[in-house]
């Protein structure tokens, strides 16, 4: 995990601080949609924050329309997958793959097919 000295930095343990339960791309979907985690937590803290740490450790598991709409919907709304790649730290002890998973929705948001 990339530390820099003085940087203002949040962690987001999402099972704890969001749901244990997150599901549905949007938020007529249900109430732990991608969009309201992006729209409620994500925006504000990568706006604020030099770094923001995922912990996604603790959920019951994430269906591919809430880490598509969170993640993938995060570069949309910036229109820069830099500025997320530099933020944002994800960490996962329990399954690394949905490191990998995140990080390619992240690098393909701006896709065509994806917006």
Avoid: Q
């Avoid at 940087?7 to 601080?17: D, G, P, S």
């Avoid at 993938?72 to 830099?82: A, Q, S």
Wanted: without cysteine; hydrophobic residues 40%.
């Amino acid at each position: 995990m990339p530390l820099i000295k003085g940087a203002a930095m949040k962690t987001i343990e999402l099972a704890k601080v969001f749901s244990r339960y997150p599901a549905g791309r949007y938020k007529s979907d249900g109430p732990f949609s991608g969009e309201k985690f992006r729209e409620e937590m994500l925006l504000p803290f990568i706006n604020n924050e030099d770094l923001v740490v995922i912990v996604l450790d603790g959920a019951m598991g994430y269906g591919s329309s809430f880490l598509e709409e969170a993640f993938g919907g995060l570069v949309r709304k910036l229109k820069n997958k830099d500025i997320v790649k530099k933020k944002l730290v994800l960490v996962s002890k329990e399954d690394p793959f949905l490191v990998k998973e995140i990080n390619s929705y992240i690098e393909h948001g701006l896709d065509e097919r994806n917006a």
